[in-house]
């Protein structure tokens, strides 16, 4: 009789005296935004351990796409018209691949647009007291340094040239969604299967949470902060949004944002919020713009090149309209 | 009715393990009762330059006076009271009282966060 109590009582301990999974997180101001990762795990050391190394890979990739004059982007700009500059085959793909996203948009995501950033007063955004708007020549000015064509790469020796004196390129499109990557990487090198990482609202998650459920990651409403749009169940994808609501300025009652259309060089209208679901958050990234930029019309262009879901939220005379993709029910929190 | 008399109990191996698997058992269900306790209130976290520089409840009003900026908790809430920055962002951010919702302040490398655990179960916000 007390070999079957013991035996039984062996069993329900064994069943619960699993260590349990917590959820441990770190953020940090980085790439100026907040820069957060959760991660599911049973070990509190190894998990702040690998936080804290994830994080230094993270301030590395700040310096090197950052607008630190010791930061390689800076150094292909200050080139501009003079001469090819060699970097690293890190800055050398993420260059390349903004090329190619560049192609597959018809130019809507153009790293080309830095001159338009600085003259609007988006480069040094937080630092800037007075917006002022450049006048009708200095944006003539500008785009004509604007074109993603006029950057020549050269495989072999690993070189970036900007052929227009005063052309600059801005990565800030792009190298959010790449560090969240290389987060993923990091995460995943050390046996992490579950994990969230949100940069400044760009977000990759994979597996599940501490609840043994998807990831519960909501879409911001692009005019009421206390609102979502939406709340979807995720799990190993990358959800990214750009809208007009988070840098920006306002000049006699009108809005004006960060998001470029390269043809015109002035900030978007008519779109507020684009929402993209991709597996890879670079391309989440460089397609919320792009994808910001064509519209809901054109949408349909750049989902023959890439697979991925969206939201876009329109605004017409006040009036807010949302197109979904069809795949995106699928990812919706049933209530 | 027979009486047993004299009865010796002797302990055997299994008495010892079972002893050390209830006491395991028990262990566990203090930290299944100690987190739960631990989860049930809204944490504020004030960060400049990277370092924590306040955390306590977000039920216990507070102004915490930083370099260059002031924060506030007051009724549940918290805000950015005051900042020397150029376009106070962060003061027009408003007050916040749930863990998704964040303050940020770039010139000055302030952000303000609450933890704990979420109404509707939101892990995070896309924006």
Redesign the interface.
């Known amino acids: 009789m ?2 079957q ?2 035996l039984f ?2 069993l ?2 064994f069943l ?2 699993c260590k ?1 999974q917590q959820e441990y997180s770190e ?3 980085l790439m ?3 820069c ?1 990762i ?1 991660v599911v795990s049973d070990n509190e050391k190894f998990a702040k351990k690998v936080l804290d190394e994830t994080f230094k890979e993270v301030e590395r990739i700040d310096k090197v796409f950052g607008y630190s004059k010791d930061s390689e982007v800076e150094k292909i700009n200050s080139f501009s018209g003079v001469k090819p500059v060699v970097v690293s085959s890190e800055v050398f793909s993420l260059i390349k691949k903004s090329i190619e996203i560049s192609e597959n948009t018809d130019g809507a995501f153009d790293i080309t647009v830095g001159v338009l950033s600085d003259i609007w007063g988006f480069k040094k ?5 007075n917006f002022v708007l450049p006048k009708k020549e200095e944006i003539k000015k500008a785009l004509s340094l604007v074109g993603y064509k006029n950057i020549k790469l050269d495989e072999k020796k690993q070189s970036v040239f900007l052929t227009k004196r005063r052309m600059e390129i801005d990565l800030g499109g792009i190298a959010k969604g790449y560090s969240i990557m290389r987060t993923k990487e990091i995460l995943e090198k050390n046996n992490f299967r579950n994990f ?1 990482i ?1 940069f400044g ?3 990759y ?1 994979k597996g599940k ?1 501490k ?1 043994g459920k998807p ?6 409403h692009p005019r009421n ?1 206390n609102e ?1 749009l939406t ?1 979807l169940n995720l799990t190993d994808i990358s ?3 750009s ?1 007009d609501y ?1 840098r920006y ?1 306002v000049v006699d009652g009108e809005r004006y944002h960060h998001i470029f259309d390269p043809k015109t060089g002035y900030p978007k209208n008519g779109i507020v919020s684009v ?1 993209i679901l991709h597996s890879d958050s670079t391309i989440a990234d460089a397609l919320s713009t792009g994808i910001f930029v064509l519209g809901e019309k054109k949408v349909r262009d750049v989902l023959k090149k890439y697979n991925f879901e969206y939201i876009i939220v329109k605004e017409e005379n006040g009036v807010l309209k949302t197109f979904v993709s069809p795949g995106l029910k699928n990812f919706v929190k049933s209530e | 009715m027979e009486v047993r008399k004299n009865f010796v109990y002797k302990k055997t191996i299994f008495d010892y393990i079972l002893i050390f698997f209830l006491l395991i058992l028990a262990s566990y269900s203090f930290q299944l009762l100690f987190y739960s306790f631990k989860n049930d209130n809204y944490v504020v976290e004030v960060y400049q330059d990277n370092k924590i520089v306040y955390r306590d409840f977000l039920s216990k009003d507070n102004l915490i006076h930083l370099r260059n900026a002031v924060v506030e908790v007051k009724n549940n809430k918290v805000r950015m009271k005051e900042s020397s920055c150029p376009y106070k962002f962060c003061v027009n951010t408003g007050w916040i009282d749930k863990p998704y919702k964040q303050i940020v302040c770039v010139p000055n490398k302030i952000y303000v966060k609450i933890s704990g655990k979420t109404t509707q179960g939101v892990d995070g916000v896309s924006y």
């Open positions: 007390k070999k109590v013991f009582l062996f329900l301990v619960f005296s349990k953020t940090r101001f100026d935004t907040i957060e959760k955004f937080s630092q800037e007291k969230l949100n609202g760009d977000i998650v949470n609840d990831w519960k990651v909501a879409v911001q902060k979502f709340i959800i990214v949004t809208g988070e300025f929402t």
